[in-house]
Protein backbone atom coordinates (compact mmCIF):
# COMPACT_ATOMS: atom_id res chain seq x y z
CA UNK A 1 0.00 0.00 0.00
CA UNK A 2 1.20 3.14 -0.91
CA UNK A 3 1.81 6.09 1.99
CA UNK A 4 0.62 9.81 1.22
CA UNK A 5 2.21 12.28 3.61
CA UNK A 6 1.66 15.59 3.65
CA UNK A 7 4.24 18.62 4.86
CA UNK A 8 4.66 22.06 4.53
CA UNK A 9 7.82 22.80 2.27
CA UNK A 10 10.75 24.68 2.96
CA UNK A 11 13.48 26.12 1.66
CA UNK A 12 15.62 22.87 2.62
CA UNK A 13 13.06 21.14 -0.22
CA UNK A 14 14.07 23.08 -3.34
CA UNK A 15 16.30 20.54 -4.80
CA UNK A 16 13.37 17.80 -4.52
CA UNK A 17 10.54 20.75 -5.81
CA UNK A 18 12.73 22.04 -8.82
CA UNK A 19 11.92 19.06 -10.85
CA UNK A 20 8.01 19.16 -10.65
CA UNK A 21 8.06 22.40 -10.74
CA UNK A 22 9.70 22.36 -14.17
CA UNK A 23 7.20 19.36 -14.85
CA UNK A 24 4.21 21.80 -14.13
CA UNK A 25 5.31 24.72 -16.46
CA UNK A 26 5.55 22.23 -19.24
CA UNK A 27 2.93 20.45 -19.22
CA UNK A 28 1.22 23.85 -19.07
CA UNK A 29 3.33 24.80 -22.02
CA UNK A 30 5.12 27.76 -20.55
CA UNK A 31 8.05 26.99 -21.78
CA UNK A 32 9.54 25.51 -18.60
CA UNK A 33 13.66 25.42 -18.30
CA UNK A 34 15.46 22.29 -20.01
CA UNK A 35 16.45 22.16 -16.19
CA UNK A 36 14.89 21.87 -12.90
CA UNK A 37 15.51 25.45 -11.62
CA UNK A 38 16.90 25.23 -7.72
CA UNK A 39 17.14 28.68 -7.53
CA UNK A 40 13.55 29.71 -8.46
CA UNK A 41 12.56 26.46 -5.99
CA UNK A 42 13.87 28.52 -3.11
CA UNK A 43 12.54 31.69 -4.14
CA UNK A 44 8.91 30.65 -4.02
CA UNK A 45 9.66 28.53 -1.14
CA UNK A 46 11.28 31.34 0.41
CA UNK A 47 8.16 33.51 -0.52
CA UNK A 48 6.36 35.22 2.00
CA UNK A 49 3.15 35.60 0.83
CA UNK A 50 2.71 32.54 -0.44
CA UNK A 51 2.58 28.73 1.22
CA UNK A 52 3.32 25.62 -0.33
CA UNK A 53 2.71 21.71 0.79
CA UNK A 54 4.25 18.88 -0.66
CA UNK A 55 3.33 15.35 -1.12
CA UNK A 56 5.30 12.15 -0.36
CA UNK A 57 4.53 9.30 -1.76
CA UNK A 58 6.60 6.50 -0.35
CA UNK A 59 8.96 8.59 0.87
CA UNK A 60 9.27 10.68 -2.64
CA UNK A 61 8.25 14.21 -3.19
CA UNK A 62 5.79 13.62 -5.99
CA UNK A 63 3.46 16.76 -6.11
CA UNK A 64 3.11 20.14 -4.25
CA UNK A 65 0.49 23.12 -3.68
CA UNK A 66 0.90 26.71 -3.25
CA UNK A 67 -1.93 28.60 -1.54
CA UNK A 68 -2.58 31.75 -0.23
CA UNK A 69 -4.44 32.63 3.43
CA UNK A 70 -6.52 36.44 1.72
CA UNK A 71 -8.90 38.13 3.83
CA UNK A 72 -12.43 37.68 2.82
CA UNK A 73 -14.58 41.05 2.44
CA UNK A 74 -17.88 40.15 2.47
CA UNK A 75 -17.96 37.81 5.56
CA UNK A 76 -15.08 39.49 7.61
CA UNK A 77 -13.29 36.05 7.70
CA UNK A 78 -10.48 35.05 5.54
CA UNK A 79 -10.30 32.21 2.67
CA UNK A 80 -7.98 29.72 0.96
CA UNK A 81 -6.70 30.19 -2.32
CA UNK A 82 -5.31 27.11 -3.68
CA UNK A 83 -3.12 28.63 -6.69
CA UNK A 84 -1.38 25.79 -8.21
CA UNK A 85 -1.64 22.46 -7.82
CA UNK A 86 0.25 19.38 -9.35
CA UNK A 87 0.98 15.73 -9.01
CA UNK A 88 3.61 13.74 -10.92
CA UNK A 89 2.00 11.75 -13.71
CA UNK A 90 3.20 8.23 -11.96
CA UNK A 91 1.98 9.41 -8.83
CA UNK A 92 -1.96 10.32 -10.53
CA UNK A 93 -4.86 8.08 -9.25
CA UNK A 94 -3.55 7.41 -6.07
CA UNK A 95 -5.17 9.64 -4.03
CA UNK A 96 -2.36 12.52 -4.03
CA UNK A 97 -4.34 15.75 -4.90
CA UNK A 98 -7.61 14.83 -3.23
CA UNK A 99 -5.09 14.30 -0.20
CA UNK A 100 -3.22 18.19 -0.25
CA UNK A 101 -6.82 19.21 -0.68
CA UNK A 102 -7.86 17.79 2.44
CA UNK A 103 -5.06 19.03 3.86
CA UNK A 104 -5.93 21.99 2.74
CA UNK A 105 -8.98 22.25 4.57
CA UNK A 106 -7.97 21.17 7.58
CA UNK A 107 -5.77 23.96 7.42
CA UNK A 108 -8.34 26.28 6.76
CA UNK A 109 -10.19 24.78 9.61
CA UNK A 110 -7.54 25.85 11.70
CA UNK A 111 -7.38 28.92 10.31
CA UNK A 112 -11.08 29.94 10.43
CA UNK A 113 -11.20 30.18 6.71
CA UNK A 114 -14.76 30.68 4.93
CA UNK A 115 -14.02 28.66 1.78
CA UNK A 116 -10.90 27.23 0.20
CA UNK A 117 -11.21 28.47 -3.29
CA UNK A 118 -9.36 28.00 -6.71
CA UNK A 119 -9.45 28.00 -10.28
CA UNK A 120 -8.55 25.16 -12.86
CA UNK A 121 -8.45 24.64 -16.95
CA UNK A 122 -11.34 23.48 -18.27
CA UNK A 123 -9.70 21.31 -20.76
CA UNK A 124 -7.74 19.29 -17.14
CA UNK A 125 -10.43 16.90 -17.52
CA UNK A 126 -8.87 14.73 -14.54
CA UNK A 127 -8.56 17.57 -11.95
CA UNK A 128 -12.30 18.71 -13.33
CA UNK A 129 -13.51 15.12 -12.69
CA UNK A 130 -12.57 15.03 -9.41
CA UNK A 131 -13.01 18.56 -8.18
CA UNK A 132 -16.54 18.09 -9.46
CA UNK A 133 -16.69 14.93 -6.58
CA UNK A 134 -15.06 17.11 -3.89
CA UNK A 135 -16.25 20.65 -4.38
CA UNK A 136 -18.95 22.92 -6.10
CA UNK A 137 -18.42 24.51 -8.97
CA UNK A 138 -17.49 28.80 -8.40
CA UNK A 139 -20.19 31.13 -9.32
CA UNK A 140 -17.87 33.29 -11.43
CA UNK A 141 -15.28 33.82 -14.24
CA UNK A 142 -11.35 33.64 -13.74
CA UNK A 143 -9.48 36.36 -16.47
CA UNK A 144 -5.76 37.67 -16.33
CA UNK A 145 -4.27 40.83 -17.79
CA UNK A 146 -1.24 40.80 -18.69
CA UNK A 147 0.98 43.16 -16.86
CA UNK A 148 2.44 45.26 -19.99
CA UNK A 149 -0.92 45.33 -21.30
CA UNK A 150 -2.58 48.36 -20.07
CA UNK A 151 -6.03 48.32 -18.14
CA UNK A 152 -7.55 50.97 -20.69
CA UNK A 153 -11.46 51.42 -20.68
Keep these: M ?3 DIKTLGPDDA ?8 EYAQALK ?4 RRPDQFYAERILGDRT ?13 GFAIFFDLPEIIS ?3 AGQLDELYVHPDARNKGVARRMIETLVQEGTRRDWSELRWIVPGKN ?8 QIAEPANWKGYTLA ?3 PATD
Aim: aromatic share 2%; no cysteine; proline share 7%.
Design 50 to 62: AEVIGAELDGRLV
Design 2 to 4: NTI
Design 147 to 149: IDR
Design 30 to 33: RGAP
Design 15 to 22: LALAPLIA
Design 76 to 78: GLR
Design 125 to 132: VPAVTLYD
